[in-house]
Structures are given as structure tokens and as C-alpha cells.
């Protein structure tokens, strides 16, 4: 009998101890998943080069090209020589606004364009005057600003971008900066292009644009100023500062802080603009369809004015043709 009972003592000992151990291999196992607390041992040294922690749903993305009548109240500054210079935005019918460093040598303004080159697709008009922000001084004064007179004209070749509301930048994580020529190298043509950023604080009103955690080949810089920053469609900003060192390559495994642009908020001269577009209102006939509406192209229409002697004889006419088809 006793013999019996140190032969189960035996199994159950043998038992106890391989599921004993298959537990410790299987937390072993867990442990080297992805779920395990281990440091990794090849991340970089730099400080720079923090993993990243991409948002769901973020509206960061490369640098793109847009298309024809994708932003319609964009426009393109350019020189008495036909030359670039800044981007700049409508705000009202015959205003224009954008940095005020853009101003000096400025004659006239493309719209409807995806290129800084005059075509036959695009709309050109004069700037009649330019107003810059009352403490301007120089492209370093804190309100880098202006407004853009130019001729007026209907809401079939153009329409405007609504100024938001917004006063807390802590509200807005992301945004969309445009401009003509972001990554374009020197004597080629600048297409209109636009990119996703995140808006980070800076010291003073200045936004901050940076690029991170996205995969990218495409070249990426932003060599141009005075263009919109928007958020939900309205205009929340614009660019006084970009970046002329381009990036190569962005890999989304490591975050480079890749800052784009500097923004001025709209909020910080709103009531100042708010005035010079009632000023302009006054003297416009016809207002601009507000962005993202589709402009509306009017067809011709032919009216041929008639004297009522003139409509009596076609009348008769018409009688007499009638009657002769009805009794022949």
C-alpha cells in the first residue's frame, strides 16, 4: 500500500513541476512581445530623435500639389517685371491680404492660377495701393501685414476665404499652410502647393508650424511667404516666415521636428482688418462667393430689343402664314 501511495506522490510531484515551468516559459514568452517593458537598444543617441506617437486622424501630410480652382481665393504677387514674389489671399472683393515685406515692388496679381506664370487660364489684375499694418516698420515688427487694393471684379473668377473667429491657438493641434513654389529650386517654375503641420506655441503671437512623423521622399521646405494658413476652411493666419533648408526624406519612425513655417493669428490684427473691409464694402456692388462654395459661371445671354412696330408686323406675318397652312 505504501508503495502505491510514493508512486502517486511521484506523478503528481512530476506533473506540478512541468506546469510550473511551462508558466515561467510562457511569461517568458510574453515579455519579448510587443507588449514588453525592455528598453530597445538601438534607438540614436540624439535627444532630436524621439520616437514618434502619431495622432489618429491627423491632418498632417507631405507636401502636395494643388489643382486648378482647388483654392480659388489664392493668388499669386508678382512684379512689374512678371516675377514672384509672395502669395497672398482675398479677403474682400478688390483686398488682398498677405505679409506686408511683400509690398515694395508689387504691380499685380494672378488669379485663378496654379503657377506664377501669366496664361491664358488665369486673371490678371492691378494693385491700385497697398496698406501695411500702423506699426509696421520692417520684416522683423510683430505685425507683419498688409492689404493688397486692386481692381474689382465678379464673383465668377474669384471667391474669398472667411476670416475665423478664433482666439485661443491651444484649440487648433493642426492646419494647412499654402504657397507658390514650397520646394521649387531657384529659376523653376513655382506651382501651388500646400501642406499639413502641426501648430506648435511660440514665444509671443507667432504660430508654429513643424512636419513630423510622416513618410515622405518628396523634398520638403516651404521657400515662401504671405500665403494662407487655414484650419475647417477659414483663414486662421499667415505666413510670415518659412524654411529654405530642404529635407530629402522624412521616415515616420522618429520624429526630426521638422519646423516649416512661422504664422501670424488673425486674431492679432482682426479689428483692424475688420475695418478696412467695411471701409471697402461701401464702394463694392458686388460681393464674392466665401470659400469652399463653387463659383458660379454665368452663361451669355443673347437679348434682342424690339420695336413695337417691329413685333406687331411679325405678329401679322406669323397670322398670315398660319392661315394660308389651315384653308389651303
Not at 521657400?223 to 526624406?249: A, S
Request: proline fraction near 5%; include cysteine.
Amino acid at each position: 500500500m505504501a508503495s502505491y501511495q510514493y508512486l502517486i506522490y511521484f506523478v503528481l510531484f512530476i506533473t506540478f513541476h512541468s506546469s510550473t515551468s511551462d508558466s515561467i516559459d510562457d511569461n517568458r514568452d510574453d515579455d519579448s512581445g510587443e507588449d514588453s517593458m525592455e528598453i530597445p537598444t538601438d534607438l540614436p543617441e540624439s535627444n532630436n530623435t524621439i520616437t514618434c506617437a502619431r495622432k489618429q486622424n491627423s491632418l498632417m501630410h507631405e507636401i502636395l500639389q494643388a489643382n486648378p480652382k482647388q483654392f480659388p481665393f489664392v493668388v499669386a504677387l508678382m512684379s512689374q517685371r512678371n516675377e514672384y514674389i509672395c502669395t497672398g489671399s482675398i479677403i474682400a472683393n478688390g483686398m488682398i491680404l498677405t505679409a506686408a515685406e511683400c509690398t515694395s515692388t508689387v504691380s499685380h496679381v494672378l488669379l485663378n492660377t496654379t503657377t506664377d506664370k501669366k496664361d491664358e487660364t488665369n486673371v490678371q489684375l492691378h494693385v491700385i495701393k497697398t496698406d501695411s499694418f500702423p506699426t509696421y516698420t520692417g520684416p522683423d515688427s510683430p505685425k507683419n501685414v498688409a492689404i493688397l487694393y486692386t481692381e474689382k471684379h465678379n464673383n465668377t473668377l474669384a471667391s474669398k476665404i472667411r476670416i475665423s473667429n478664433f482666439t485661443n491657438p491651444q484649440k487648433i493641434s493642426e492646419m494647412e499652410a499654402i504657397g507658390f513654389g514650397l520646394n521649387s529650386e531657384v529659376g523653376h517654375s513655382r506651382p501651388l502647393q500646400y501642406v499639413g503641420v502641426e501648430r506648435r506655441s511660440a514665444k509671443g503671437d507667432i504660430m508654429h508650424g513643424y512636419l513630423d512623423c510622416i513618410e515622405t521622399k518628396i523634398l520638403t521646405c516651404f521657400k515662401d511667404i504671405g500665403g494662407p494658413v487655414i484650419f475647417d476652411n477659414e483663414l486662421i493666419g499667415i505666413i510670415t516666415r518659412g524654411q529654405n533648408d530642404c529635407t530629402k526624406e522624412i521616415m515616420p519612425n522618429y520624429a526630426i521636428n521638422k519646423r516649416l513655417v512661422d504664422v501670424l493669428p488673425t486674431f492679432t490684427f482682426k479689428s483692424w482688418l475688420d475695418e478696412q473691409i467695411a471701409k471697402n464694402q461701401e464702394q463694392v456692388k458686388e460681393p464674392l462667393e466665401v470659400y469652399p462654395t463653387k463659383l458660379v459661371f454665368r452663361e451669355p445671354v443673347l437679348r434682342v430689343l424690339k420695336s413695337k412696330a417691329n413685333v406687331v408686323k411679325d405678329f401679322l406675318t406669323i397670322s398670315i402664314v398660319l392661315t394660308k397652312y389651315l384653308f389651303s
